[in-house]
């Protein structure tokens, strides 16, 4: 089996997230290429413990991303540290010769990931993406192979959301991703912008114009002594964008939803598409369910199918099986690895988010940050 030797920079939450993930590849069937985890860089001591103490062939625990790059035996690195990180080790692991998956939003700002193009412009060899597991769900694999051979007829309505809850409390403490500094002026649609625009950018919808609400509901949280500090991001967006199919070039009303404040929500990533000849529903509050309805005539009914363990990357999983957040990060990750071995996915929304796709998403949640300040609708304009 070929061998990934990777490096991770940032060792906190998604970080663990890959490397368990490298750890259960024994998971995964048919696979030609591996990951394996060589180096580990946090600017904390104490973030890297958990690796060094689980992975015993790690050879390098470093606060300095420089001197993981300089490694040999390192030939891809994810990076999943604070937004305003990303375009320097971006760049940086780029021009030290090593594929990326980097994180969302794949730079702060628009001005950021254009840095970060324009680096992997001069180094045309690089292989990079941008994590987004979420499609990897067996039922939103279902639709997007739905989508790629247009069963849904002329596009009625697409809404899509990615909503939780624990900002509603106020006495939730301040981190990275509450200040603009660290998180961005994207704020909420900074950390799930990506996951929401994931599937309507790679369908190829064209969006045309955005009318965006952005609502900030406490602007001051407990912080680091229990003291009052400034909270300065968006909580909550919602887009409402003219989209339109480049098939029939028929408009169609794209609701994008990215919230930390929705009661009731905990993690809930949702998708859901309205046809003339065909409507599909998937939200990871009920992960082992594909809901659909079709139309030809007569009677409307939703049907729901039990997806189980449908699998893009084929595991050792029994198909009776339901699927979880950990299986698809896994999948991401088979599909970040086949892609780089072979050039290839296994269909159209198999494949991991490019970085292409991310300027895309900037140019979207650019023209939110703008509609929101003039309380107007922002024309997109065709790159
Ligand atoms: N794909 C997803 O579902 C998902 C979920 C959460 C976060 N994210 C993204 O992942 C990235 C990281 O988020 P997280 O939740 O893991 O954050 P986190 O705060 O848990 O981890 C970030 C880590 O980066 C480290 N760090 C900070 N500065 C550093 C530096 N100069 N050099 C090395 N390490 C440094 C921190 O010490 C911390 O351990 C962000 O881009 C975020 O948007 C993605």
Not at 13 to 30: K, N, P
């Amino acid at each position: 089996m070929n061998v990934v030797r990777f490096g991770i920079i940032g060792c906190g939450l998604m970080g663990r997230e890959f490397a368990s993930a490298a750890a259960r590849w024994c998971a995964l069937q048919g696979m030609e290429v591996r990951p394996e985890i060589r180096a580990v860089c946090d600017s904390s001591p104490e973030a890297m413990r958990w690796f060094t103490e689980h992975f015993p062939g790690i050879a390098l625990a470093t606060a300095d991303y420089r001197q993981l790059l300089e490694r040999s035996d390192v030939d891809a690195v994810y990076v999943a540290v604070p937004h305003h990180l990303h375009q320097e080790i971006y760049g940086a692991a780029l021009r030290a010769g090593k594929d990326l998956m980097g994180e969302k939003p794949f730079g702060i700002d628009r001005a950021a990931n254009r840095a970060i193009q324009d680096v992997l412009r001069e180094n045309p060899g690089r292989f990079a993406r941008c994590s987004s597991e979420f499609p990897f769900f067996p039922a939103m694999q279902r639709i997007g192979r739905m989508i790629e051979s247009r069963q849904f007829g002329t596009i009625l309505e697409v809404n899509a959301g990615f909503r939780h809850s624990s900002d509603l409390d106020p006495g939730k403490p301040m981190n990275w991703k509450r200040t603009v500094a660290a998180n961005g002026a994207y704020g909420c649609m900074g950390d799930l912008g990506m996951h929401v625009l994931h599937v309507p950018i790679r369908a190829g919808w064209e969006v045309r114009n955005v009318r965006a609400i952005l609502t900030r509901l406490y602007d001051r949280r407990p912080g680091p002594e229990g003291r009052p500090v400034p909270c300065e991001t968006w909580d909550n967006a919602t887009l409402l964008c003219e989209a339109a199919d480049p098939q029939n070039q028929a408009p169609f009303p794209l609701t994008l939803k990215t919230q930390r404040i929705a009661p009731g929500e905990k993690n809930s990533w949702s998708f859901e598409i309205l046809g003339s000849h065909r409507s599909a529903r998937f939200s990871t509050r009920h992960p082992n369910t594909l809901r659909f309805l079709e139309y030809g005539g007569g009677e409307q009914a939703w049907q729901r199918i039990e997806m189980g363990s449908e699998l893009t990357f084929p595991s050792i999983t029994g198909k009776i099986f339901e699927t979880g957040f950990s299986d698809v990060i896994l999948q991401m990750w088979a599909s970040f690895l086949s892609e780089r071995f072979s050039g290839q996915v296994p269909g159209r929304f198999a494949g991991c988010v490019t970085p292409e796709e991310t300027a895309r998403q900037h140019q979207i949640l650019t023209a939110a940050l703008e509609s929101q300040d003039s309380a107007s609708v922002v024309t997109l304009r065709t790159e």
